[in-house]
């Protein structure tokens, strides 16, 4: 009898990957898909980051290491966390995991009972609610708009609070949106958060330096709320980074403690040459992004344009990370004579069908009216690709 745990069956399939499989599918028969669906640069890892990782190898990093990371890289985050974000963790403060997903999942983990809340704001990454789910949380969603650009405000935050809330998580700038709050609208969100200190705020910063209007603020930076802080970072999107699966946190020392143990027990350390890697791309001066972010800047405003010539796209615009995420209800209901447009899935399943581009559904991260459109690739791919996908919707009546 083939059946897997009850705690498996909880869990969705990130719909992200879906999409991704469904595109390599596709392309192995020979179409020519456009892929806007993963998070993912589509930029190599630089040069210097690449040459501290074959050193490693020569230097032979290849032995277990201490759960929490090399003590020279957790340094060396605590630094990174100084001059970029004026935040005081001491190394012992750091762990470094694989990737910002476990660094997530290990505080969740570490933190939440079967029954605790844990407040999303939505849209939110998909796999928020999914390591929740695991951890036997309740996922407790507050919803936003586009005209707010997707942010919450103190008074929906205080709404959502109860007896039971134990986490809040979001992120900033925020996948799937990429709209990024503000220091005035973290403070505001302090003085609700201060009111209960027993609840914890995983903080996901891990586009920080893709940030098109200015200085990246960190909820942490508020004495306040500073012990109630989680602040998640990595190298994955900045340094364009993912396969090499490094991230950390920065947090109060009980719950760095608390990770550690966590991890001991499922992975150990991380990689030994991707942490060598990793504290080449933290010790660098973050003027080494600069490139990379003015170029996700360039094209978030040549997609942003394209779409704006199609009718029935209503657009944000979004101030970091390299994402669009439209409302496109207004196609629901519509029909092109042989498709129907019931919902956002049926719109990117047409999408991919008929204009042979991958985007994702709003309803895998929390809003049903919307899609996700990533902007990682070539202007010459989102070009073409903003023409098919306008010839096809023109085609909705």
Request: net charge negative.
């Given at each position: 009898?083939?059946?897997?745990?009850?705690?498996?069956?909880?869990?969705?399939?990130?719909?992200?990957?879906?999409?991704?499989?469904?595109?390599r599918?596709?392309?192995e028969?020979?179409?020519?898909?456009?892929?806007?669906?993963?998070?993912?640069?589509?930029?190599?890892?630089?040069?210097?980051?690449k040459?501290?990782?074959?050193?490693?190898?020569?230097q032979?990093?290849?032995?277990y290491?201490a759960v929490?990371?090399?003590?020279?890289?957790?340094?060396?985050?605590s630094?990174?966390?100084?001059?970029?974000?004026?935040?005081d963790?001491?190394?012992?403060q750091?762990?470094?995991?694989?990737?910002?997903?476990?660094?997530?999942?290990?505080?969740?983990?570490?933190l939440?009972?079967?029954?605790?809340?844990?407040?999303?704001?939505?849209?939110y990454?998909?796999?928020?609610?999914?390591?929740?789910?695991?951890?036997?949380?309740?996922?407790?969603?507050?919803?936003?708009?586009i005209?707010?650009?997707?942010?919450?405000?103190?008074?929906?935050?205080?709404?959502?609070?109860t007896?039971?809330t134990?986490?809040?998580?979001?992120s900033?700038p925020?996948?799937?949106?990429?709209s990024l709050?503000?220091?005035?609208?973290?403070?505001a969100?302090?003085?609700?958060?201060?009111?209960?200190?027993?609840?914890i705020?995983?903080?996901?910063?891990?586009?920080?330096?893709?940030n098109?209007?200015?200085?990246?603020?960190?909820?942490?930076?508020?004495?306040?709320?500073?012990?109630?802080?989680?602040?998640?970072?990595?190298?994955?999107?900045?340094?364009?980074?993912?396969?090499?699966?490094?991230g950390?946190?920065?947090?109060?020392?009980?719950?760095?403690?608390?990770?550690?143990k966590?991890?001991?027990?499922?992975t150990?350390?991380?990689?030994?040459?991707?942490?060598?890697?990793?504290?080449?791309?933290?010790?660098?001066e973050?003027?080494?992004?600069?490139?990379?972010?003015?170029?996700?800047?360039?094209?978030?405003d040549?997609?942003?344009n394209?779409?704006?010539?199609?009718?029935g796209v209503?657009?944000?615009?979004?101030?970091?990370?390299?994402?669009?995420?439209?409302?496109?209800?207004s196609?629901f209901?519509?029909?092109?004579g042989i498709?129907?447009?019931?919902?956002?899935?049926?719109?990117?399943l047409?999408i991919l069908?008929?204009?042979?581009?991958?985007?994702?559904?709003?309803?895998?991260?929390?809003?049903?009216?919307?899609?996700?459109?990533?902007?990682?690739?070539?202007?010459?791919e989102?070009?073409?690709?903003?023409?098919?996908i306008?010839?096809?919707?023109?085609?909705?009546?």
């Open positions: 009898m083939k059946e897997v745990s009850n705690r498996l069956n909880r869990l969705a399939e990130s719909a992200t990957l879906a999409m991704a499989r469904k595109t599918e596709l392309k028969k020979g179409l020519d898909i456009i892929g806007l669906s993963l998070g993912e640069p589509d930029f190599d890892t630089p040069d210097f980051i040459d501290a990782a074959k050193e490693a190898i020569d032979n990093y290849t032995k290491m929490n990371g090399y003590a020279d890289l957790r340094e060396a985050i630094q990174k966390f100084k001059r970029d974000n004026n935040l963790y001491k190394a012992s750091i762990v470094v995991s694989t990737g910002a997903k476990q660094s997530i999942a290990n505080v969740v983990l570490s939440i009972n079967p029954g605790d809340e844990v407040i999303i704001p939505a849209p990454w998909v796999t928020y609610e999914e390591i929740v789910k695991l951890a036997e949380g309740v996922p407790v969603f507050i919803e936003t708009s005209e707010n650009d997707f942010k919450i405000t103190p008074y929906e935050l205080s709404q959502a609070i007896s039971k134990r986490l809040m998580i979001y900033s925020c996948n799937p949106t990429g709050y503000s220091e005035q609208e973290l403070k969100l302090s003085e609700v958060i201060a009111k209960h200190p027993k609840m705020v995983i903080s996901d910063e891990i586009y920080e330096h893709i098109f209007i200015g200085q990246h603020y960190s909820l942490a930076q508020i004495p306040e709320v500073y012990d109630q802080v989680v602040t998640i970072n990595g190298v994955s999107k900045a340094f364009a980074m993912t396969g090499w699966r490094l950390f946190i920065g947090a109060p020392q009980w719950i760095a403690d608390a990770c550690t966590m991890q001991g027990q499922i150990s350390g991380t990689s030994g040459i991707s942490q060598r890697a990793a504290l080449a791309a933290v010790s660098a973050p003027s080494v992004t600069f490139e990379m972010r003015e170029a996700f800047r360039r094209r978030r040549l997609v942003l394209g779409l704006n010539e199609i009718d209503v657009t944000n615009v979004p101030e970091g990370a390299f994402y669009l995420f439209p409302d496109i209800s196609f209901g519509k029909s092109n498709y129907k447009i019931n919902d956002a899935d049926d719109l990117t047409y069908n008929e204009a042979l581009v991958a985007l994702v559904s709003g309803n895998a991260f929390g809003a049903p009216k919307c899609v996700r459109i990533s902007y990682a690739a070539s202007d010459e989102l070009i073409e690709a903003i023409k098919r306008k010839t096809v919707l023109d085609k909705l009546s």
